[in-house]
């Protein structure tokens, strides 16, 4: 049953170019009619004060969930990623979380969710987004998750998980040093004998698709956007792959 509420307003996203960037139809969204300055400034619409809206009446009313999951679950992805390049982690962290309420098997909001709770110091949030994650990715993002989610073990002095998800990734015998040296990082500080010691690698073996996050936008050192396939961010020059 529908629960009573302020007055509503139905609003439509004003400009078809933000209906088009979100690929989706322009749903009409309810908004308390008091709330409508706060969502309607200088004639263009707040996005993030958009989705505070929508959410709180899917709270009130969740029959209507599922017609608004893939609206909700892509216009809280781009105010995301907006927020995350501005630096502003937390925020970018709640609209993220927001999307996952109403389309909570969406791995890019959840993803990146993942990155913006580390930013923040939020570990433990993170890996659990990070592990959550990695159940749900495919065989070509995998080793990307595994190794993020191996860096918050490490945020987290937790050397043992760390390594020993890193080690699922060995049978791929990365190329890249920095696996390795991060692999023997975690391996010394958990007491643990090393992987590649104890299994030597084939000659002939698969390559393991350079250490980017093309479903995570954010630079994990300064929160730019990075744009697909990119080994450096074009902001402050962080390396990527390690």
């Known amino acids: 049953m529908t629960r009573a509420m302020s007055n509503l307003v139905y609003l439509k996203l004003a400009k078809p170019e933000l209906a088009a960037r979100l690929g989706v139809p322009d749903l009409p969204v309810p908004v308390r009619e008091e709330r409508l300055p706060e969502v ?13 809206e929508l959410e709180l009446f899917l709270a009130a009313n969740p029959e209507y969930r599922a017609k608004y999951a893939d609206f909700a679950g892509r216009l809280a992805y781009v105010t995301g990623l907006d927020l995350g390049a ?8 709640h609209y993220l979380k927001i999307g996952l309420n109403s389309d909570p098997s969406n791995l890019s909001l959840r993803l990146n969710r993942a990155v913006a709770l580390q930013m923040t110091g939020r570990n433990e949030e993170a890996l659990a987004e990070y592990l959550r994650s990695l159940a749900e990715a495919d065989a070509g993002l995998s080793p990307v998750v ?22 699922s990734l060995v049978p791929l015998a990365p190329r890249e ?13 958990a007491g ?3 992987a590649a010691a104890a299994a030597p690698l084939p000659a002939a ?11 995570v936008a954010f630079c994990t050192q300064c929160g730019a956007k990075i744009e ?3 080994r450096f ?10």
Request: proline share 7%; net charge negative.
């Open 40 to 52: 309607m400034r200088e004639g263009q619409i707040n996005t993030d004060a958009l989705l505070d």
């Open 86 to 93: 501005m630096g502003l982690m937390e925020a970018a962290a």
């Open 146 to 167: 595994t190794v993020l989610a191996a860096r918050c073990c490490r945020d987290l002095g937790r050397w043992k998980t760390g390594a020993e998800l890193l080690r």
């Open 177 to 189: 040093p920095e696996f390795w040296d991060f692999l023997a990082e975690m391996e010394e500080k």
């Open 192 to 194: 643990l004998v090393p």
């Open 205 to 215: 073996s698969p390559v393991l698709p350079p250490v980017i996050a093309p479903a």
């Open 228 to 230: 697909g396939g990119l």
């Open 233 to 242: 961010c074009t902001n402050c020059g962080a390396k990527m792959d390690g």
